[in-house]
């Protein structure tokens, strides 16, 4: 008898972990982008920077052009991460009720 009710969630738990796992290792990935594109965005600064002390203001307005591009490539990733803490909050709710 018992074992009927607990089946039907273990059943769901195997893709449910997998699904977990997966949402997990892009978030990590996105982070590590994220940490790359910061770095990127540093150099930027640094190069416009000095060539605007340098009276270059042409090649300081294309090292900004691009930490733009960077800030933009950022926006998209705080986004991705959001929709994924999402999703892992709606399995959470979803499987509330099927503990292990």
Partial sequence: MFWKFFSACTGESGSRSSTSRELQKTFEMLEKKEATLQQKILVEVERAKEFTKANKKQAALQFMKRKRYYEAQME?????KLQIHEEQQKQSQKHGGCHR
């Fill in 76 to 80: 998209q990733i705080w986004d991705l």
